[in-house]
Structures are given as C-alpha cells and as structure tokens.
C-alpha cells in the first residue's frame, strides 16, 4: 500500500471518527433555545425554540469541531508525511551503502585479478629447459641400455 493511499485511508477514518463523535456530542448548557419567532408570535410547527445564545454555542460548536478535525487531519498528515520522508531517507542512504560496498568489492576483485596476470606473465618458463632434459635423459638411457644389451649378448 502507498503511503499516498495510507494517508487517505487514516483521513478518511478520521473525517468519519470525528463527526460521529461531533453529532453524538449534547450539549451542556441548560435552557439552550433557536428560532425566529417575534414576541407574541405562534410557532408555525411544533419544534424545538432556541435562545440567541444557544445558536450561538451550536454554530460555535460546529465551527470548533471542524477545526479539530482538520487539525487532527493535518496533525496525521504530518506525522504520516514525516515517516515517509524518514523511510525514504533511510532506504536511500542504505542503497548509497550498498553501493559502496559493491564498488570496494568490485575494486578488490580488480587489483587480484591483475596480481594473478602479473604473476601468470611474469613466471619463468621452464617448458624448453624440461623438453630438453626429459630429450637429454631419453638418449642417455636409450644408449645406457644398448651398451648394457651389447655387453649381455658378448657373454
């Protein structure tokens, strides 16, 4: 889940936590009345009648609930936004780590990949030198053994 769909998601939970809580709220003052009606005036349905100072408190009422709601939106939205920014940050430092450690492996790998060629270009080659003996040592037998058969066949 994106940290966009997050954010709408806890906001939208928040929207709908704080207006059940804003309707569920009564009123704590006594004697709260609201209508337009003159003195002497017959109330034209049955109703509910409100004093200009209990309108006062319910449009009062509203307005501070909605200011809560969006602070407490906000106050969200925030820390939501912080903790991605925090991820972000920390994902990426990780990934410049990664790569640092790569490039020293990398450059490791290098240096002992040119001391094998150095050493594999650098040996002595002794292929002729044992060509050589193992031919020298060949006809020195091969003649030791002639004279030894020429000397049994004499006797």
Known sequence: MSPKQTIAIL???LFVFSTTLAHAQTSTSTGAKFTLLKKGDDAPFDGALFSIEATAELL???EKTEQECNLKT???TDKLQAKCTRDSDLLASELEIEKKKYDII???QDEEIKRLQKIAT???NYDTLWFGGGVALGIITSVA???AAAEIAKK
């Open 11 to 13: 906001i939208s939970f």
């Open 60 to 62: 009062a009422d509203k």
């Open 74 to 76: 906000k106050y969200e």
């Open 106 to 108: 990398v450059l490791a």
């Open 122 to 124: 650098n040996s002595e």
């Open 145 to 147: 053994i002639f004279f």
